[in-house]
C-alpha cells in the first residue's frame, strides 16, 4: 500500500469511528441494591411502626370488597409504584397486562399499554361530544381510567364498558402519564413557600440569557404553592393519597367520597367511602387512621434516593451539569424548613428539581391544563432517584436519557439553549453527564 | 263641586294608603326563637360513630392560639394570620357548626392577647362574622383568595412578628374587595353520600320548567378527581375533609396534613413547626401509648370532617296553615326548581345514613345570579355571578343572608336574586363586577317576578314557610 493511500484509509477510518464513536449513550438502569425504599434513618420508634403500617396498606392488593373499581388503573398503590422499590415507579414488567383480565375480568388491554412498556394512566385532552368525537371547545384533562370490574369474580354482576381507546388514540385525544415515585415526598412537603419563591428568583442574568422562566403552581384552596405531580398540580401528599386512591383505584375515601365515571348501579356495590377513619377490617396493621391518612404517613416518612458513590466521569458530569444549564432548573438541592417531625427538619433535599412549572414546547406537550399550568408546561422533574428508573417524561415515551434529554428541545421550549449547549459539548463530556445521571 | 272633589281626592289619598300600607305587609318575621332546632349527632349513629361525634366535637370547639401556651387558648397554630382562633367561634348559630352569631366575636379577637390590628369598616359588633377576598391581583390578574383580617402581630405569644394587615380601606376604595360568611355545616355529611347521578337526575328531572323560567343550573367539578364538588358559596369544595383543611390553614392559620405550608410565612412570625395539625403518631391522651380510638390519634382535620359528617341536619318546626300554604307555593312558583326539597343519599358507611332522603332545599348546582350578586371571583367552574344554590334547611334560625351576609331580612334577600324588575330595596345594589346593573342575568329573574305577583298573605306564607325551616 502506498503512503498515499495509507494515509486516505487512515482518514476514512477516523471519520467511520468518529462517525460510530459519536458513542455517549445511556449506560441503562444502574443495578445492584435499590438505592431508595427505606424509611428516614432518624425516625422515633412511633414513627417507624406508623411507616411500617403504612407501607403494608401500601402493599395491599384489593379486591371490589376492599374498594377496588368500578373503573380502575391498579389494584394496589405497590405494583406501580415498585421500581427500584415501594415508592418508585413504573416497573419493567407492566402489572396491567395482567390486571386487565385478573379475577375473570373482561377488559382488553389498550394498545398503549404493553408488558414491556411503563404503567400508564390515560387523560383525554378534549371531552367526548354526543357522536363519540371530541369537542375542542370543551376541555377535558380528566383521568380516564383503564379498567372496569365487569366479569370479575368479586365484581358482583357489574356491567360497564371501557372507554373508547382506540378512538381516543386514533382522534389525538389520549395523552399518558406514568407514576412519579415517592421517595423524599415528605421533603417536598417540608420546603416552604419562601425558600421556593428565593430560588426561583437566583441567579436571574443566567436565566434570563438562557431563555428559563418558570412560576409556581399554586393551590385553589389556600392559595400556597403546589409542587406533587407532572405539572405540579397537587398541594400535599394527603390529597395526592386521596385522589389516587379514588382515582387510580376506585376507592373513595374521606377525601374523595363519591365514586367517578357515572357508573351504573350494577356496579355500585359498596358503602361509601371505602376507606374511613375508624378502621377496616381489611387493614393489615389495624391501625385506627384511614388508608389515606396512612399512605400519606408512609410516603412522608420515605427517605430520598441514594446516590451511587462518585467517580471522576461523575464529578465532571456533575459539574458540566451546572455549566450548561441544567441546574438552573433541576436545582440541585433545596432545604426543608423547621417541621413537626424532627428528621424531616432542616435537611438538604437533593432532589433536583427547582419545583416550578416551564413551558416544555410542543414536542412534550400534551395538551392538558392543571392549574397555572398550561397545556405545554411542567414541573420540572425531580432527577434523584433517576439513575435507577426505567421510564422517563411523563408519559414514559422511552427509556433512553439521551433521547429525554433531546426531548427538551422544540419550538417554544424554555431548555432550548440549555440543550444546545449541552449538544455543543464533546462526547466524554456529555457521556460524563449521562454517568451522573445514572448516579443519582 | 268642591266639596266632591276633595271627597274624590280623599278617597284616592285613602285609597292609595291602604294598598302601599297592605303591600307592604309581608314581613319577615325574624329568627325563630327557641331551641336550636340543629346541632345534635345524626339520630341513628352506632356507639362508636356517637364517641367519635362528641370527642370531635371537643376539638371544633378548641380555641387556638399561636403555640398553644395561653390559658382557655390550649391549641396551637394560630397565625400569622387569620380570621377566628376556633371553629366554633365562627360556626356558632344557633349552635356550634351553624353560622354567624351576634355578636361578631372577630370585634374582640382583633385586640385579644394584645394584638394590635385595626378593625376593617365591614367588621361590626351586629353584623356577620366575614372574611375578605381581594378580586383582582395588584397587577390586574385575577386574585379571589382570602385575605385574613388579622395578623399575630402584638399579640404577648408573637413577640418579634411584625406583620401588618393588608390594607382593606384601600381595597374598599377600589371596589376590590368581597366579603363570604360562614356557611353553616349541619347535616353535610348526606351530603356528601349523595352519589354525582343523584344530583345529575335531580339537576335535569325539572329542565322543562326551568327553561320556561330562564333556569339554567350546572354543576363545579374537582380538578381532582372529576367529581361534583359541593360544598362552599360556590359549590368549589369536595368534601368536608378538604374544606376542613382548607378552613384550619386559611381561616385561623394551622398548616395540617392537607395544606402544610403555612401562608403569610414571613420572617419573624413563624414559631412552630410545619405542619401545625398533624396525625398523632403517639396518644395525646397518655403521652405514650402507639394505639388508641380514632378520636385519640386522628388529626384535628380527620376530627372536623368526621364531626361534620356525622351531624344531624336541622329540624323544621312543626308545620302550620301558612308554613303548608307557603311550601306549596314556593313550589308552584317555582323557588324548589333550584332550591330542591329533598334529595337521597346512596348506600354509606356510617349507620343509618344509608338512602336517606333528606331537605336541604338545594340542588347543589351553581347558576348565575346578575349584577346584584355578582362577587368577581372564580371558583372551579364557578364564574364571578355563579353561586352554588344556597341550601335553606336551617334558614329560620340563621341571622345574615346571602354570601356576604349584606341583610338579615329574607325579603330583601329574596328580592336580591333579580337584577332586573326585581324590588331591590335599596341594599344589595351589587358591585357590579362587569355585570349591567338591570341587564337581565339572574336566573331567578322569572321566579322572583311570580314571587312578587303574590298576595300580600301569599308571600307571608312563603315568608312563614322559610323561617319554619
Not at chain 1, 435507577?388 to 424554555?414: K, P
Not at chain 2, 406583620?163 to 353535610?188: C, D, E, K, S, Y
Amino acid at each position: 500500500m502506498t503512503k498515499q493511500s495509507m494515509a486516505i484509509l487512515a482518514v476514512l477510518s477516523l471519520s467511520l469511528s468518529a462517525g460510530v464513536a459519536r458513542a455517549q449513550s445511556d449506560p441503562g438502569p444502574r443495578s445492584g441494591a435499590p438505592g431508595a425504599g427505606t424509611p428516614i434513618t432518624l425516625l422515633s420508634d412511633a414513627q417507624t411502626g406508623f411507616f411500617n403500617d403504612g407501607a403494608a396498606r401500601f402493599n395491599s392488593t384489593h379486591g371490589v370488597d376492599d374498594g377496588l373499581g368500578p373503573t380502575y388503573n391498579g389494584d394496589s398503590c405497590g405494583s406501580c409504584h415498585l421500581q427500584p422499590a415501594v415508592g418508585g415507579s413504573s416497573p419493567a414488567v407492566n402489572p396491567q397486562v395482567a390486571l386487565a383480565t385478573a379475577h375473570g375480568g373482561t377488559n382488553t388491554v389498550p394498545s398503549f399499554i404493553t408488558v414491556n412498556g411503563p404503567v400508564r394512566e390515560v387523560r383525554f385532552k378534549w371531552q367526548l361530544g354526543r357522536d363519540g368525537s371530541p369537542n375542542r371547545h370543551r376541555p377535558d384533562g380528566g383521568v380516564h381510567a383503564l379498567f372496569t370490574s365487569q366479569g370479575r369474580d368479586d365484581g358482583g354482576g357489574c356491567t360497564m364498558s371501557q372507554p373508547d381507546f382506540a378512538a381516543a388514540v386514533a382522534s389525538h385525544n389520549a395523552i399518558f402519564r406514568i407514576p412519579t415515585p415517592v421517595f423524599g415526598a415528605g421533603l417536598i412537603e417540608n420546603i416552604s413557600e419562601q425558600t421556593i419563591l428565593d430560588n426561583a428568583a437566583a441567579n436571574a442574568a443566567a436565566k434570563l440569557a438562557l431563555g428559563i422562566v418558570g412560576f409556581p403552581n399554586r393551590s385553589g384552596n389556600d392559595g400556597t404553592i403546589t409542587r406533587f405531580g407532572w405539572k405540579a398540580q397537587n398541594k400535599s401528599l394527603f390529597v395526592f393519597a386521596g385522589e389516587a386512591y379514588n382515582v387510580e383505584m376506585g376507592v373513595t375515601n374521606e377525601l374523595f367520597p363519591n365514586e367517578r365515571s357515572n357508573p351504573p348501579s350494577s356496579c355500585l356495590l359498596n358503602s361509601t367511602p371505602e376507606d374511613v377513619t375508624g378502621g377496616d377490617s381489611n387493614d393489615a396493621a389495624g391501625t385506627v387512621t384511614s388508608d389515606i391518612t396512612a399512605f400519606a404517613l408512609f410516603m412522608r416518612f420515605l427517605d430520598q434516593p441514594t446516590p451511587a458513590p462518585a467517580t471522576t466521569s461523575t464529578t465532571n458530569g456533575a459539574a458540566k451539569f451546572s455549566a450548561v444549564g441544567c441546574a438552573l432548573c433541576h436545582t440541585p438541592s433545596l432545604t426543608s424548613n423547621t417541621t413537626t417531625v424532627d428528621a424531616l427538619s432542616g435537611v438538604q433535599a437533593n432532589l433536583f428539581s427547582d419545583l416550578l412549572v416551564h413551558s416544555m414546547g410542543d414536542r412534550l406537550a400534551d395538551g392538558v391544563s392543571q392549574g397555572a399550568a398550561g397545556p405545554d408546561q411542567f414541573r420540572t422533574a425531580p432527577l434523584w432517584g433517576l439513575g435507577q428508573r426505567l421510564f422517563f417524561l411523563h408519559d414514559g415515551r422511552t427509556s433512553d436519557l439521551m433521547q429525554a434529554i433531546q426531548a427538551h428541545r422544540s419550538e417554544d421550549s424554555e431548555a432550548n439553549r440549555v440543550i444546545r449547549n449541552f449538544n455543543q459539548l464533546s462526547t466524554k463530556d456529555q457521556q460524563d453527564i449521562l454517568n451522573f445521571l445514572r448516579s443519582l | 263641586m268642591r266639596p266632591k272633589k276633595s271627597v274624590a281626592v280623599t278617597m284616592c289619598f285613602c285609597l292609595l294608603v291602604l294598598l302601599t300600607g297592605t303591600l307592604h305587609a309581608q314581613k319577615d318575621s325574624g329568627p325563630r326563637g327557641g331551641p336550636p332546632g340543629a346541632g345534635g349527632a345524626f339520630p341513628t349513629l352506632n356507639e362508636a360513630e356517637m364517641g367519635f361525634f362528641n370527642q370531635t366535637a371537643m376539638r371544633f370547639l378548641e380555641v387556638d392560639s399561636v403555640s398553644g401556651t395561653i390559658p382557655g387558648e390550649g391549641g396551637a397554630g394560630l397565625g400569622p394570620t387569620f380570621n377566628g382562633n376556633s371553629c366554633a367561634q365562627c360556626h356558632a348559630q344557633p349552635a356550634v357548626g351553624g353560622s354567624s352569631p351576634v355578636p361578631n366575636p372577630q370585634v374582640a379577637l382583633a385586640t385579644l392577647d394584645g394584638a394590635t390590628n385595626t378593625l376593617p369598616s365591614f367588621i361590626t359588633a351586629n353584623g356577620p362574622v366575614r372574611e375578605a377576598r381581594f378580586v383582582r391581583n395588584p397587577n390586574g390578574t385575577p386574585d379571589g383568595g382570602v385575605h385574613g383580617l388579622f395578623t399575630i402581630a402584638g399579640r404577648s405569644d408573637a413577640v418579634g412578628c411584625n406583620l401588618a394587615q393588608p390594607n382593606f380601606a384601600q381595597a374598599l376604595a377600589n371596589n376590590n374587595v368581597i366579603f363570604r360568611i360562614p356557611t353553616p355545616t349541619f347535616g353535610l355529611g348526606l351530603v356528601e353520600m349523595t352519589p354525582d347521578n343523584v344530583l345529575r337526575a335531580n339537576l335535569v328531572s325539572t329542565f322543562n320548567q326551568k327553561t320556561r323560567l330562564g333556569i339554567g343550573g350546572a354543576f363545579n367539578t374537582s380538578g381532582n378527581d372529576g367529581t361534583i364538588t359541593r360544598f362552599g358559596w360556590k359549590a368549589q369544595n369536595k368534601s368536608l375533609l378538604v374544606f376542613a383543611g382548607e378552613a384550619y390553614n386559611v381561616e385561623s392559620g394551622v398548616s395540617n396534613e392537607l395544606f402544610p405550608n403555612e401562608r403569610s410565612a414571613i420572617s419573624g412570625c413563624v414559631y412552630n413547626g410545619s405542619p401545625e395539625d398533624y396525625t398523632n403518631i403517639i396518644n395525646d391522651a397518655d403521652g405514650v401509648s402507639l394505639t388508641g380510638t380514632a378520636a385519640d390519634m386522628s388529626s384535628d382535620v380527620v376530627g372536623f370532617a368526621n364531626f361534620m359528617m356525622l351531624s344531624a341536619p336541622p329540624t323544621p318546626a312543626p308545620a302550620t296553615d301558612s308554613t303548608t300554604n307557603g311550601s306549596d307555593l314556593f313550589n308552584r312558583i317555582g323557588c324548589a326548581l333550584c332550591h330542591s326539597p329533598t334529595l337521597t343519599t346512596g348506600p354509606s358507611r356510617f349507620t343509618g345514613m344509608s338512602n336517606v332522603t333528606y331537605r336541604p332545599y338545594s340542588d347543589f348546582a351553581i347558576h348565575h345570579m346578575g349584577s346584584g350578586l355578582a362577587d368577581g371571583v372564580t371558583q372551579g367552574a364557578a364564574g364571578p355571578d355563579q353561586f352554588r344554590t344556597a341550601p335553606l334547611w336551617g334558614v329560620g334560625q340563621r341571622l345574615f343572608f346571602l354570601h356576604d351576609g349584606r341583610t338579615s331580612d329574607l325579603l330583601v334577600a329574596i328580592q336580591a336574586h333579580a337584577d332586573c324588575g326585581g324590588r331591590n330595596r335599596g341594599q344589595g345594589q351589587g358591585q357590579g363586577f362587569g355585570f349591567r346593573p338591570g341587564g337581565c342575568d339572574s336566573e331567578a329573574n322569572g321566579v322572583i317576578r311570580n314571587f312578587n305577583n303574590l298576595t300580600p298573605s301569599q308571600q307571608q306564607n312563603i315568608l312563614d314557610f322559610l323561617r319554619s325551616l
